[in-house]
């Protein structure tokens, strides 16, 4: 093999571990992916000029979504026509969407479990969603469009986080209980819970699995919980925040934490390294639920679900320095 076919094979090596180990914090420079929840739409934007190439209108409202680590593919759960704890018509169909040609070409029916919600991948393609009205992660075989296993995790669960190697899953309760769920992933069984006194909301894992953050939904706290011993090792107070803790992001890159309130129009914007460092605060649009990061890690979007806006904030300078409309209501989005 000469020399250039070495180091083009080592890139390729390179990069598709890449692509693994970062599937659940996806970015990319061909598209915008937003799905539109309060509009029932998946949209496709243009990630440089922030205009609308296409759409596809599901049949009930979409919340979430995963990307295949090569971000061709998205499942995006139908949840149903309602919001959780007020979800009268419940989905059951995860979608799976060509994102390049903006087209549905699959669907996998998870009934009889109802309202798929969270979603996230492991690195073997497997999807992991839950079915927050009959307490259950649903672990599902992409390539047989079926589901494999089901998983008790004694809550409501409606977000969950999984560890990049995949040994383990951290499913939150909302209101319902008030831990976190730990699952073992190996023996498909809830091994623990990490008690969070008034439930919990978002939740965040570090790219490289050091750190697993999750949102108190009684007050705007941040919790930080060390993975190998399933214990909150650090508590971080919100800046500027008064309501309870709602989202957390991490960015691609690990440089940064994002995180968001219930009902307030301020994020904050956390050095990952130091999360007891400065804090700097932004003001966005109204409701923000979601963000997205860009490829070159200058850029972070903030869905503003009450809105229908999309801010555009430089992560460097701290400061939002534009805004676009982006259908009725964003709840999550993604560079692909």
């Known amino acids: ?18 692509l693994l180990a970062d599937v659940n914090h996806p970015t990319g420079k061909r598209g915008l992916l937003l799905i539109d929840k309060l509009g029932g739409t998946i949209r496709f934007f243009d990630p440089a000029t922030f205009k609308e190439r296409a759409n596809i209108k599901a049949a009930t409202n979409p919340h979430d979504f995963a990307l295949t680590a090569d971000r061709k593919t998205a499942y995006v759960p139908l949840y149903g026509d309602g919001v959780y704890g007020r979800n009268p018509n419940p989905g059951h ?14 669907t996998i029916d998870v009934a009889p479990y109802r309202a798929p919600h969270g979603i996230q991948l492991d690195a073997s393609g497997t999807i992991y969603v839950t079915s927050d009205l009959d307490r259950k992660l649903l672990v599902i075989d992409p390539k047989a469009r079926k589901i494999t296993h089901t998983i008790d995790t004694e ?41 969070v006194p008034g439930g919990t909301q978002g939740i965040a894992i570090a790219p490289d699995g050091s750190r697993v953050v999750i949102m108190a939904m009684a007050e705007p706290t941040a919790l930080v919980v060390d993975p190998k011993s399933d214990t909150v090792v650090e508590r971080i107070a919100l800046k500027d925040q008064k309501t309870g803790a709602y989202k957390a992001y991490f960015s691609p890159d690990g440089k940064w934490l994002l995180t968001m309130n219930s009902g307030s129009s301020v994020i904050n914007i956390f050095a990952a390294a130091d999360l007891h460092g400065t804090q700097r605060t932004v003001t966005v649009g109204k409701d923000p639920m979601g963000f997205a990061f860009s490829a070159d890690g200058n850029t972070a979007l903030a869905a503003n679900h009450g809105d ?12 939002a320095v534009g805004t676009f409309q982006a259908g009725t209501g964003i709840e999550t989005l993604s560079y692909y």
């Open 1 to 18: 093999m000469t020399g250039r076919l070495i180091v083009a094979a080592l890139a390729f090596v390179v990069l598709s571990a890449a």
């Open 308 to 319: 229908g806006t999309v801010s555009v904030i430089d992560l460097e300078k701290g400061v």
């Open 93 to 106: 169909d995860v979608l799976i969407v060509d994102v390049d040609a903006a087209k549905v070409v699959g």
């Open 155 to 195: 809550g409501t669960t409606h977000w969950i986080g999984i560890l990049p190697n995949g040994t383990k899953i951290y499913a939150t309760n909302k209101n319902d209980g008030p831990f976190v769920s730990v699952i073992d992933l190996k023996s498909r069984k809830m091994i623990g819970r990490i008690p």
